[in-house]
């Protein structure tokens, strides 16, 4: 058995996870708005009432909307920004007195389909969370990717192509600074300013995807848009890291016609005659984080993180 944790942005959610991949117990919390000291405590409230149903110490991991900057151990990249610059797995364990394992969130989506979901017999898991960001995580042989500068995976940030580019009306601004992030494009705002664009209308991804469901024609050439630039952008992580398989995740993965348009529209994009590369829905809906968090003592090398 392993705890995990899932600190978001609106909720923290705790679980027990069995060798199985059954979660025996979970604990749900909104998170303190933008209070450090009260987001700490109320994680290690939640590990400690999970550390209460067992009677030796399990492991502990923690999903977190950014990642750690190396060397400082200081959190960067978090849409929750009271995070930012703090030391958050140090003040963890020093609250706890252990050690836990601490990765961003699209790593423990990736690594909970890797271990338990749509990607457990696949060797090389690309996951994506379509949402209010965009990132990504790769597993490869259940084993996480950090990398050198802790952000292997982190696709969202990287400049959307020459073949995307020309599907948008205006060079886009991201929160980090830079311009035409892949995340500008392929987050939930990122959809609605492309719908803005195409029609002048302003309304929220999910309703643009219940048009497009319902038969409104605009809103279909806003998602088929929407599935090219997907097509596009994921073309260039098929031509680096080709996966097995690319598992989407958060809000937007819940578009079914991402799967149906987006694996055509590949083909003119990835250098091969016929890819292998599936496309798949999430095994366990949305948001695993709390799963793959569970899972970090064993797929984390502990020199690399
Ligand atoms: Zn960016």
């Known amino acids: ?148 500068n802790h952000i292997a995976g982190e696709w969202g940030h990287n400049s959307i192509p020459h073949s995307a580019h020309e599907l948008i009306a205006e060079d886009r601004t991201c929160y980090c600074g830079r311009r035409n992030c892949i995340e500008t494009v392929l987050s939930g705002r990122g959809l609605s300013q492309t719908f803005s664009e195409l029609t002048a209308r302003q309304l929220e991804a999910i309703e643009i995807a219940r048009l497009a469901e319902s038969g409104e024609k605009a809103a279909i050439d806003c998602i088929q848009r929407y599935c090219q630039q997907l097509a596009r952008c994921l073309a260039t992580v098929i031509n680096v890291v080709d996966p097995d398989v690319i598992i989407l995740g958060g809000g937007l993965s819940n578009i079914a016609e991402l799967y149906r348009a987006v694996p055509a529209y590949l083909q003119d994009f990835v250098f091969t005659d016929v890819i292998h590369t599936r496309l798949s829905p999430p095994g366990f809906g949305d948001a695993s984080g709390a799963r793959g968090a569970a899972c970090l003592w064993d797929s984390v090398r502990a020199n690399s993180s």
């Open 1 to 148: 058995m392993r705890i995990g944790v899932d600190l978001g942005g609106t909720k923290i959610e705790g679980i027990i996870l069995a060798d199985t991949g059954s979660v025996i117990e979970k604990i749900r919390v909104d998170t303190p708005g933008e209070q450090y000291q009260a987001t700490l405590e109320a994680v290690c409230k939640i590990v400690d009432q999970l550390q209460a149903h067992s009677s030796s110490l399990l492991s502990v991991g923690i999903g977190t909307p950014g990642t750690l900057s190396l060397p400082s151990e200081l959190m960067k990249n978090c849409n929750s920004i009271c995070l930012n610059g703090q030391p958050l797995q140090k003040d963890i364990e020093a609250s706890l007195g252990y050690a836990i394992r601490m990765e961003n969130d699209a790593n423990c989506f990736a690594l909970s389909e890797a271990h338990f979901g749509a990607g457990k017999d696949s060797g090389t898991v690309f996951g994506v969370i379509l949402g209010t960001g965009t990132g990504g995580g790769i597993v490869v042989n259940r084993q996480l990717l950090t990398g050198a």
